[in-house]
């Protein structure tokens, strides 16, 4: 069993940063894909981006290449989303989940784990 637990969201206006962590809980985190999601209202849940559980590839949906950066730290039980020059549209509930069958499973939405979301605002 693992458990997920987000944090570090927040207001930030428009050109700003945020760091979110996701913290994981259960020994066998460390060799689970982790994913970053997040879904605006009215909208569809977006796979944002995800890690290996060696950490050795990620992977980033278009609009936010360049801009954001995922990574872990498998000691800590954490992994993190670095997200820089944040636009308007970046607002959504930003959440994490974890996959044993790795990262494609996670861009397919067959998570076997997830979290309760962390809201992210950003103002104009």
């Known amino acids: 069993q693992v458990q997920l637990v987000e944090s570090g969201g927040g207001l930030v206006q428009a050109g700003g940063s945020l760091r979110l962590s996701c913290a994981g809980s259960?020994?066998?985190?460390?060799?689970?894909?982790v994913g970053w999601f997040r879904q605006a209202p009215g909208k569809e849940r977006e796979f944002v981006a995800g890690?290996?559980?060696?950490?050795?590839?990620?992977y980033y949906t278009n609009s936010v290449k360049g801009r954001f950066t995922i990574s872990r730290d498998n000691a800590k039980n954490t992994v993190y989303l670095e997200m820089n020059s944040l636009k308007p549209e970046d607002t959504a509930v930003y959440s994490c989940?974890?996959?044993?069958?790795?990262?494609?499973?996670?861009?397919?939405?067959?998570?076997?784990?997830w979290g309760q979301g962390t809201q992210v605002t950003v103002s104009s």
């Open positions: 989940a974890a996959a044993a069958a790795g990262v494609g499973a996670l861009e397919q939405y067959k998570e076997d784990y």
């Open positions: 890690i290996t559980w060696s950490g050795s590839d990620t």
């Open positions: 259960g020994r066998t985190f460390s060799s689970y894909a």
